[in-house]
């Protein structure tokens, strides 16, 4: 029955059948789980962990939302904006050319030896000077590097000898490594857009143009790509796997328009994470990431989203499910059905038990041992207790409770692999928490222009994200991986990722010019 669009009157109300009076029930139940669900979001505690009542007596601003309407925001008045003339940009074929205020930025001269060769000091003059500038940044703030490279004319046949000016990263750019580094670190782990920077640099004297910034990051993302499909493929030859999707827009869908899209995070055993970006959320795209053959005893860790069984059944791999989704599901059905605190508290005391193994940093064997000792019964005693509240007369097929009991019934294979195999989370908890690069920077650009775009966003933010697991600093192996990717041999290019290169390369990383000069 439809959804009432008034209040009845007395008369209306007295002609109403019973059924009639049990579908308006049901309806007006389901408004407000509804309108309890939306408050919560906006206003309320949404961890479905922390389930003791507040007893501070303090209100929630939920409950000030309903104890008045708010005010009205007063009107104002914007003035008119007026446009700046556009100005034109200096050459950037041009090294010779100034780009910046010399009167508000700092300067940091390199003195570069004389091209003498075998000349002894009598034999030539040092007649000019020769400069050329790169844009490097250094941690909260941005310098020139000024390269001074000294001509010589030989006194014997008055030719000409000048050093070339350092070869950077890009070739023909002005912009240092450390420039290249500092941007995509600032874009991609502390989520500042482009325009942004751009504005930082305009404010700080600099007179570059945003496409140049754009370009800047697009070539660097070429530049590490080998090194993402190297951690790719590390991932999916992982035996233990954790698999998520999370949607972005990118990509013209029409006018005004936006493609839907969606990054699938696989968190991988030795705690490395790629970000592979698809054009939709369909089961292909599992199959085209992890392939047909999964490997012996290979385990596959996710949500309830039925593609993830579709591709287990398929390629037989063992598909562990998630406990903190089925938490969850009980989490939204306690407000109406308080008999989901029932099962809330019987998945807390699993929980409980993988807190005990973390404290006590027990061994595999051990951390199996105890699950099979104390989680096994709590699980047997949890799914016991499912069936026969399932099975109980009174509940709506349309409840939140129906629905959460199903959830656990149809997943509790899934739900018992982590109890056999101590390599297996209990949920996909890390991976949640390591996907949040994801949510937090699109709150602030919001949605990529291109499909390019997008897996340049899902380069980028594999390589910060692991290095963030891995405990490297992820400045420092930008700047070493973009020197040191031209030279690698192409064979070996899984040692730049962020776990290998953590113990091949980090106590001597490439510097900067920038770093030699502050040491």
Same mark, same amino acid.
Request: hydrophobic share 40%; net charge negative.
């Given at each position: 029955m439809a959804a009432m669009s008034r209040v009845l009157s007395l008369n209306e109300a007295a002609t109403l059948r019973p059924q009639q009076i049990v579908d308006l029930s049901c309806e007006l139940a389901a408004a407000r789980q509804q309108l309890d669900w939306f408050k919560r979001q906006l206003f309320g505690q949404k961890s479905e962990r922390r389930l003791v009542a507040d007893s501070s007596g303090q209100m929630s601003l939920g409950d000030m939302i309903d104890a008045g309407s708010a005010a009205a925001p007063a009107e104002r008045t914007v003035a008119a904006h007026t446009r700046r003339p556009a100005t034109k940009q200096p050459d950037a074929g041009d090294e010779s050319l100034s780009f910046f205020d010399a009167s508000r930025v700092p300067v940091e001269t390199i003195e570069l030896p004389a091209q003498t060769g075998d000349l002894a000091p009598e034999a030539y003059e040092i007649v000019s000077h020769k400069e050329s500038y790169r844009l490097a940044q250094r941690p909260g703030s941005y310098v020139v590097l000024k390269y001074v490279r000294p001509v010589i004319k030989v006194r014997e046949n008055g030719k000409l000898r000048c050093p070339p000016a350092p070869q950077g990263v890009l070739e023909g750019s002005r912009a240092d490594v450390s420039l290249l580094a500092g941007l995509l670190i600032d874009k991609f782990a502390y989520h500042l857009p482009l325009y942004r920077q751009h504005q930082r640099l305009l404010d700080a004297g600099f007179t570059v143009s945003r496409p140049w910034l754009t370009q800047l990051v697009s070539q660097a993302a070429a530049l590490l790509e080998p090194i993402y499909q190297a951690q790719l493929a590390s991932i999916a030859a992982s035996r233990v796997k954790s698999m998520d999707e999370t949607p972005i827009k990118a990509g013209r869908a029409g006018a005004g328009k936006?493609?839907? #899209?969606? =990054?699938?995070?696989?968190?991988?055993?030795?705690? +490395?994470?790629? =970000?592979?970006?698809? $054009? #939709?959320? %369909?089961?292909?795209?599992?199959?085209?990431?992890?392939? %047909?053959?999964?490997?012996? /005893?290979?385990?596959?860790?996710?949500?309830?989203?039925? !593609?993830?069984?579709? &591709?287990? +059944?398929?390629?037989?791999?063992?598909? @562990?499910?998630?406990? @903190?989704?089925?938490?969850?599901?009980? =989490? $939204?059905?306690? $407000?109406?059905?308080? *008999? !989901?605190?029932? !099962?809330?508290?019987?998945?807390? @005391?699993?929980?409980?038990? %993988?807190?005990? *193994?973390? +404290?006590?940093?027990? #061994?595999? !064997? $051990?951390?199996?041992?105890?699950r099979q000792q104390r989680s096994t019964g709590l699980v047997n005693d949890f799914f016991h207790w499912v069936n026969q509240t399932f099975e109980r007369h009174g509940l709506l097929p349309s409840s939140k409770l129906t629905k959460a009991l199903a959830y656990a019934r149809e997943r509790r294979q899934g739900l018992s692999v982590f109890l056999d195999d101590p390599d297996v989370p209990i949920d996909t908890n890390h991976l949640e928490r390591a996907l949040r690069p994801i949510p937090m920077g699109r709150k602030n650009w919001l949605f990529c222009w291109t499909e390019l775009g997008a897996r340049q966003v899902g380069i980028l933010q #594999?390589?910060? @994200?692991?290095?963030?697991?891995?405990?490297? /600093?992820? &400045?420092?192996y930008l700047v070493d991986v973009l020197q040191r990717i031209g030279q690698h041999p192409a064979s070996r290019v899984a040692e730049l990722t962020p776990r290998q290169w953590k113990s091949l390369f980090a106590d001597q990383p490439l510097r900067s010019p920038l770093h030699h000069l502050r040491a």
């Open positions: 936006l493609k839907s #899209s969606y =990054f699938w995070p696989i968190y991988g055993e030795a705690d +490395e994470l790629c =970000f592979p970006w698809c $054009e #939709s959320r %369909e089961a292909r795209h599992i199959l085209m990431l992890l392939g %047909e053959q999964p490997g012996a /005893n290979a385990v596959l860790l996710t949500d309830g989203y039925t !593609a993830y069984q579709r &591709y287990a +059944e398929k390629t037989g791999i063992t598909h @562990a499910q998630c406990w @903190a989704h089925t938490r969850r599901k009980f =989490f $939204e059905a306690r $407000e109406s059905e308080p *008999i !989901a605190d029932q !099962a809330l508290a019987r998945i807390g @005391a699993l929980y409980q038990v %993988e807190a005990d *193994i973390r +404290e006590q940093g027990l #061994s595999r !064997a $051990e951390k199996r041992a105890l #594999s390589l910060i @994200a692991t290095c963030r697991l891995q405990g490297v /600093n992820p &400045y420092d």
